[in-house]
């Protein structure tokens, strides 16, 4: 499977602009991840891609092959669905075996390959069971077995977890991950679960109302957001208005000084190419995690407040931080051994690498 590119794809429902000069380029052998809230164009942009949708202008290509108007099968493509798509009244291995049986595959053939994908999905001996005497988490599994079975060089995943148990979640993750990397395939997968896109993918594209806002690998994109958008949806963060001081450098990192109702901030620039005015307004984005406590004295990025409320959750303890202008602050510790009381003072501050300034 070589590289899959979308070029400049526009696509409206009506008055909706479901994709707007959407372009994205996915590498052979990727797990890529669409990624954004509901309405936001990833699931249009995959059917493109897959071929269950044309787009009013733009175009698809696998490889130097303009695909835009062929259906899914004749672009060597497997999608597999969020409702997986079973027929209740047809065994495991029928299931598996429809897609060979359309294509007029010898029956003999059909055997091996359907007995080769269930193993590839660690349903070897499961043929003749009933798809609802499944569980959610082996139903999937057969799902990815189907799609697998005509050996395609494209997995086309559309939200295909969602139905599952947390536990489930978590296994089949690594199972979609290690049947693609083992199968050498090209895996474009669509979600809206930040955790599962971070957790997955090799690099991914961030969406918003049709357009594609980011691409790149998950640390990337978490450690260096271009707009509030993005570092408000891939994760949490905690976001103040603030104005531009100077320009400062550190380690020959650019970065700018700032000043807020809260204090003044040093951070880093994570956009190429912006140069904000002294004077300008922007938007300074500060991760949780990125927090610590610290009562040195250092005059910036400290945050002085009181303990609002704490939610406990074993490996980690959330605070929230009331700080002046009653700005809420979201604090994670990690590997808590001191539960923190509510109304307990306490200052905060966040070494200047973990202070991301945006556009406002």
């Avoid at 696509?11 to 000069?21: I, P």
């Avoid at 139905?163 to 991950?177: G, P, Q, T, V, Y």
């Avoid at 650019?254 to 620039?269: A, D, Q, Y």
Wanted: net charge neutral; charged share 30%.
């Amino acid at each position: 499977m070589d590289a899959i590119r979308a070029e400049s794809l526009v696509k409206n429902f009506g008055e909706t602009k479901a994709l707007d000069q959407a372009s994205i380029t996915i590498e052979k052998g990727e797990l890529f991840f669409l990624l954004g809230a509901s309405g936001c164009g990833k699931t249009t942009l995959l059917r493109c891609i897959a071929g269950l949708e044309n787009p009013d202008s733009g175009r698809v290509l696998y490889g130097d092959r303009d695909v835009t108007g062929l259906p899914t099968h004749k672009r060597e493509a497997a999608m597999v669905f969020q409702s997986y798509a079973l027929w209740p009244h047809m065994s495991v291995g029928e299931n598996v075996a429809f897609g060979l049986e359309e294509r007029k595959v010898p029956r003999k053939e059909i055997t091996q390959r359907v007995d080769e994908a269930l193993a590839m999905v660690h349903l070897e001996g499961y043929n003749d069971r009933r798809i609802d005497h499944m569980s959610g988490g082996q139903q999937q599994r057969v799902a990815l077995a189907r799609a697998l079975v005509v050996k395609p060089k494209c997995l086309l995943l559309d939200e295909p977890l969602s139905n599952l148990d947390a536990k489930l979640r978590l296994e089949m993750r690594r199972e979609i991950r290690r049947i693609v990397k083992e199968n050498n395939l090209t895996g474009v997968y669509v979600t809206h679960d930040q955790e599962e896109a971070l957790s997955m993918a090799d690099r991914m594209a961030v969406l918003d109302a049709g357009r594609v806002v980011q691409m790149g690998t998950p640390n990337d994109i978490y450690r260096n957001p271009l707009s509030a958008h993005v570092a408000g949806f891939i994760g949490e963060t905690n976001l103040i208005e603030a104005t531009v001081d100077r320009i400062v450098r550190d380690d020959d990192e650019l970065g700018l000084s700032v000043s807020s109702p809260m204090g003044r901030f040093n951070g880093r620039i994570s956009r190429r190419g912006w140069r904000p005015k002294e004077g300008s307004k922007v938007l300074v984005s500060i991760r949780p995690e990125a927090l610590f406590v610290d009562y040195s004295g250092v005059p910036i990025n400290r945050i002085r407040g009181k303990i609002k409320d704490r939610m406990y959750l074993g490996s980690h303890i959330q605070y929230r931080v009331a700080a002046a202008g009653d700005h809420l602050w979201s604090v994670t510790e990690t590997n808590p051994h001191v539960i923190r009381e509510d109304g307990d003072d306490i200052v905060l501050t966040a070494d200047p690498a973990d202070v991301i300034i945006l556009k406002a």
